[in-house]
């Protein structure tokens, strides 16, 4: 069974903190993604990986980065939290024979204060 | 710019009609084509893919392809409360070094009434 974990329900940070938000999948898949979702404008895409070391920027990568230094896990990374950053963060993976299906984890919902 | 639009809703239908959930898409390359479902505070599930045209038929669900058109749909016969959702369709984008990304609709909120 597929599946994508995310390290935190929950997370409260002030601003200007560094925050991780860690994502780990059991599938073996290549490629993993970070988005995030706020009430009318849908899903973003932040990051994106195909394979560990590698990264891609999404459509809106400022104030963030990302780590892939394994396979199975992708972080990503807040460096000086903003307010404005507070959203719901959803990892997803996929693997290249799989008609591009992402899986999703179950999300962070971040708030900074 | 790479779009892909869905009437926001929210969509009301009474409990055992069938509800109706299209899209539109704008890359004509694209070739993959999901619907993912989405609880409140939840995170986005996989119900269905199609790749061809036509339809495509699992349990009480039909996704719908017109590549021509440029349309997808999803139907969900006999619909129930525990339908309630957002429905977010998403389509692969071809070529440009993005394989593999999709792009999201924003959704549309489904309402089924008992």
């Known amino acids: 069974d597929v599946k994508v974990t995310q390290s935190s329900r929950y997370l409260v940070k002030r601003t200007g903190e560094k925050v991780f938000l860690e994502c780990v999948q059991d599938?073996?898949?290549?490629?993993m993604f970070w988005y995030r979702q706020d009430p009318g404008l849908g899903l973003r895409l932040i990051y994106f990986s195909y394979d560990v070391k590698m990264k891609e920027k999404g459509d809106i990568p400022e104030g963030y980065s990302v780590s892939r230094e394994k396979k199975e896990r992708f972080s990503l990374i807040l460096e000086s939290a903003s307010t404005n950053q507070t959203s719901m963060y959803l990892c997803?993976?996929?693997?290249?024979?799989?008609?591009?299906?992402?899986?999703f984890g179950p999300g962070t919902r971040l708030t900074v204060l | 710019q790479k779009e892909v639009e869905q009437n926001s809703g929210p969509l009301s239908v009474p409990e055992g009609a069938i509800a109706s959930l299209n899209c539109t898409y704008s890359?004509?390359?694209?070739?993959?084509f999901f619907w993912y479902r989405q609880y409140s505070g939840k995170s986005p599930e996989l119900i269905m893919f199609?790749?061809?045209?036509g339809d495509k038929e699992d349990g009480r669900f039909t996704a719908q392809l017109n590549k021509a058109s440029q349309y997808v749909s999803l139907l969900i016969r006999d619909s129930q409360p525990s339908d309630s959702a957002t429905y977010l369709c998403a389509v692969n984008i071809f070529g440009g070094g993005s394989q593999g990304n999709l792009i999201f609709g924003k959704g549309t909120k489904l309402s089924v009434k008992p």
């Open positions: 599938m073996d898949h290549e490629n």
């Open positions: 199609i790749y061809s045209n």
């Open positions: 997803a993976s996929s693997y290249p024979g799989g008609g591009d299906t992402q899986y």
């Open positions: 890359d004509r390359g694209s070739q993959s």
